[in-house]
């Protein structure tokens, strides 16, 4: 069963478009990997998702809910985690945490149980201006997870941290599915980051989708079109490549 499919889905700013005809399958209670180079189209396709900017065509479910006929009722089962997370500096870590439980209606345990499913509760305490870039980090995926919402929306959440903590951050993502009974869609532009987190996968470049399926599935697909399999990282470049020169072609 699928959470979140698109149907045609598109964003034009003007002249330029930004996500085009995407028809995205996210399989309930997986990790999806959203992958592309910087530009592709994936934070836009999260925004639409939020809410954050309307589409210019085509529709998505979330859930069964239908944007934007169900938009309040989809924000509430999707925690999100989009770009770098604003907080306000003047207040701690916690207190932060705080006021994103109080907006939800959540009970007071939800604030200690999101600190400590991502390293933070130690540093509770500290005001958020105070945080590193890693720090802030965490306590984004923190207020994401807050609350175990069904869905979560993950935009390079390993951004800024350091090899343990990437690595920390990663098992956790990966251990969410089964643990909350909840569905992952983390995007990154390196697949050497995804194929250790995700189940499927979706590539995008230049807004449109060139791939969408397991990994196993992605070296059946490129083999059969004569790329490098001995590397993930190396499938994921040619493929790129090759369409950037086919788009170049086509102009």
Known sequence: MNIIETTHLTKTYGSFTAVSDLNLHIPQRTVYGFLGPNGAGKSTTMKMFLGLTRPSDGTFTIGGKKYPENRVEILKKTGSFIETPAFYGNLTGKENLEIIRSILGLPCSAVPEALELVGLTPYKDRLAKKYSL?????????????????????????????????????????????????????????????????????????????????????????????????????????LIDADNRQMGGAK
């Open 134 to 238: 890693g720090m802030k980090q965490r306590l984004g995926l923190a207020g994401a997870l807050i609350g175990k919402p069904p869905i979560l929306i993950l935009d390079e959440p390993t951004n800024g941290l350091d090899p343990v903590g990437i690595h920390e951050i990663r098992t956790l993502i990966r251990s969410l599915p089964e643990k909350f009974d909840c569905t992952v869609i983390v995007s990154s532009h390196l697949l050497s980051e995804i194929e250790l987190m995700a189940d499927n996968i979706g590539i995008l470049n230049h807004g449109r989708l060139l791939f969408e399926g397991t990994l196993e599935q992605l070296k059946e697909s490129v083999k059969s079109q004569g790329f490098p399999t001995d590397h993930l990282e190396d499938t994921f470049l040619a």
